[in-house]
């Protein structure tokens, strides 16, 4: 049996990832990934601080075609 994490457990693996920029970014990785009740999980102004915090910290943009002129 595997072990899938609680929405709140990987939004916050989402924020340290670095491949989310926003709270906005890492609740639409959540449905994509399948979770449900997102919004009610993460809920609140301290925990929006807390992952607003660590996607700052952590994103990394992506980088872009230098073919593209």
Known sequence: ?????????RAYELAQ???CR??????????A??????Q???YGPTLSAALRKLCQAN?????E???AE
């Not at 926003?22 to 609740?27: A, E, H, L, P, R």
């Open 1 to 9: 049996m595997t072990h899938r994490p609680t929405t709140l457990e």
């Open 17 to 19: 990832e670095g491949r």
């Open 59 to 63: 994103y990394v943009a992506p980088a």
């Open 33 to 38: 990934e399948g979770f449900d009740r997102i």
């Open 22 to 31: 926003t709270v906005s970014d890492i609740k639409q990785a959540l449905s």
């Open 40 to 42: 009610d999980s993460l």
């Open 65 to 67: 075609d230098e073919t």
